[in-house]
């Protein structure tokens, strides 16, 4: 089964600061990957998928790129309404792997 | 409103079953894959489980292979997880999520229930 590693496991900036998530997959995944929310408490949302399509609704400040084993996720300015768990995901095949998540917080 | 209600769970001896039930609304339901997505107090979020829009594609976790079954009911707007042989480490928040497209291995999740609770303990 092909692996799903992100880093940081988590991360600490400040508001207006540019985050940078990165998500490693063990095999060549071509562009099948999607990226999610998690506030504290609260239901994922979806904020990319294939690799750098924005879902509609998400803010412009949020970014995706990469394609085949290393991907990213960029918030370009952090803000407070940005705190929570990002989740990298496959889904060329099952099993569709989650990473194991980022908490972003405010410094 | 697009809407996914989860219920079914609850308190189960381990080695027993639950059926868990997914009650979906506000979409055309036929038309889209499915997943069951669980995550463990205090964890990340682990994929257990997808079904294609017709019941002709169907993906498993390895932690859950042989001893859960995914299924849906078109007619009815309804998705299920049959868990037989519970452990301990099935003891989770249990999300149903909708596909972006028909087939569960093909598109991210745009929808997600708030998530029904099991708890595996003797």
């Known amino acids: 089964d092909i692996q799903m590693t992100q880093s940081p496991s988590s991360l600490s900036a400040s508001v207006g600061d540019r985050v940078t998530i990165t998500c490693r997959a063990s095999?060549?995944?071509?562009?099948?990957l999607a990226w999610y929310q998690q506030k504290p408490g609260k239901v994922p949302n979806l904020l990319i998928y294939?690799?750098?399509t924005l879902q509609s609704g998400v803010p412009s400040r949020f970014s995706g790129s990469g394609s085949g084993t290393d991907f990213t996720l960029t918030i370009s300015r952090l803000q407070p309404e940005d705190v929570a768990t990002y989740y990298c995901?496959?889904?060329?095949?099952?099993?569709?792997?989650f990473g194991g998540g980022t908490k972003v917080e405010i410094k | 409103e697009v809407q996914l209600v989860e219920s079914g769970g609850g308190l189960v001896q381990p080695g027993r079953s639950l059926r868990l039930s997914c009650a979906a609304s506000?979409?055309?339901?036929?038309?889209?894959?499915m997943h069951w997505v669980r995550q463990a107090p205090g964890k990340g979020l682990e994929w257990v489980s997808g079904?294609?829009?017709?019941?002709?594609?169907?993906g498993y976790a390895d932690s859950v292979k042989g001893r859960f079954t995914i299924s849906r009911d078109n007619a009815k707007n309804s998705l299920y997880l049959q868990m037989n042989s519970l452990r301990a480490e099935d003891m989770a928040l249990y999300y149903c999520?909708?596909?972006?497209?028909?087939?569960?291995?093909?598109?991210?999740?745009?929808?997600w229930g708030k998530g029904t609770t099991v708890t595996v303990s003797s």
């Open positions: 999520a909708k596909s972006q497209g028909g087939y569960y291995d093909s598109s991210g999740m745009d929808v």
């Open positions: 506000g979409f055309i339901f036929a038309d889209y894959g």
């Open positions: 079904i294609s829009w017709n019941s002709g594609s169907i």
């Open positions: 095999q060549g995944i071509s562009s099948y």
């Open positions: 294939a690799a750098s």
């Open positions: 995901q496959k889904y060329n095949s099952a099993p569709l792997t």
